[in-house]
């Protein structure tokens, strides 16, 4: 018994030891996660001189750098809301099929990536996306004689005028 309770004497304090150093915090312990608390709110309608509405579009939060996506689809009134995001830049685009894609901000349709919105925790930031129709050109390629012409090549161009030419 004796021995028994020398080393009970001597385990101790290096057991109290252990313990304690323990609940030490560790100097190089890994970043708590961003807290989640800002919203993206906005609404999605059509162009035009009568904007209306758009319902069902599937609306794509992604933070710069392409390491989160968040997607949500819009109401009857084409509203929507994406919470529980945490602070950051984000592109912002709305898609629909027979519509063509918006991203925010973007200077023409269609074109990405757009202007990030920049979230900060806690925020609300509110924004509005136009879509517009898609187009479809359809048509025949025909021959001299008049017959569908086989294995030509079709090329669609845009023609523009920049300072008169």
């Known amino acids: 018994m004796t021995r028994i309770a020398k080393v009970v004497a001597f385990a101790a304090p290096l057991l109290l030891g252990t313990l304690h150093a323990s609940q030490v915090p560790q100097r190089d312990a890994a970043p708590r996660p961003a807290i989640a608390t800002a919203a993206l709110v906005g609404t999605v309608v059509t ?5 209306r509405p758009i319902r069902r579009v599937v609306i794509s939060a992604t933070l710069q750098g392409g390491r989160r996506s968040i ?3 819009t109401d009857d009134d084409g509203r929507f809301v994406l919470g529980g995001l945490p602070a950051g830049a984000y ?3 709305a898609s629909k099929p027979g519509l063509i894609t918006a991203y925010y901000g973007a200077k023409r ?3 990405g990536p757009g202007v990030p919105v920049v979230l900060a925790d806690g925020q609300r930031v509110q924004v509005a996306l136009t879509m517009m129709k898609g187009g479809v050109i359809a048509g025949q390629v025909l021959d001299q004689q008049g017959l569908p012409a086989a294995n030509c090549g079709l090329q669609l161009l845009q023609y523009r005028t920049i300072d008169g030419e």
């Open 47 to 51: 162009e035009g001189a009568n904007p």
């Open 71 to 73: 997607m949500t689809v």
């Open 109 to 111: 349709a269609g074109r």
């Open 91 to 93: 592109g912002v685009q």
